[in-house]
Nanobody
Framework: QVQLVESGGGLVQAGGSLRLSCAAS????????MGWFRQAPGKEREFVAA???????YSADSVKGRFTVSRDNAKNTVYLQMNSLKPEDTAVYYC???????????????WGQGTQVTVSS
């Protein structure tokens, strides 16, 4: 059974940092692109960042320079380092995996259950 499990969310003050992890199991994802999305209350799920199997990274304009996505294929894990957090970053953060297609679109093959990130002002 394929599973993606996020961890590392929590409550942080504005300007602080958090590191999210997404551990994959059930099969290796070393040849898949891994993405991070987020969804705030009353809003649609939006793209945050992604990393291809070759290590090429993409990020949304709203998080450029603050968030960094990385992966450790040996651990089947992807990370999202979030610095200089803002209250508008508050959302449930999801990791996802896809074998092909645009990393920006939400039609990924596998999704985690999400982890809550709350940034207080």
């Amino acid at each position: 059974q394929v599973q993606l499990v996020e961890s590392g969310g929590g409550l942080v003050q504005a300007g602080g940092s958090l590191r999210l992890s997404c551990a994959a199991s059930g099969r290796t994802f070393s040849s898949d692109a891994m993405g991070w999305f987020r969804q705030a209350p009353g809003k649609e799920r939006e793209f945050v960042a992604a990393i291809t199997w070759r290590g090429i990274t993409y990020s949304a304009d709203s998080v450029k320079g603050r968030f960094t996505v990385s992966r450790d294929n040996a651990k089947n894990t992807v990370y999202l380092q979030m610095n200089s957090l803002k209250p508008e970053d508050t959302a449930v953060y999801y990791c996802a995996a896809r074998h092909s297609g645009s990393v920006y679109l939400p039609n990924y093959d596998y999704w985690g259950q999400g982890t809550q990130v709350t940034v207080s002002s």
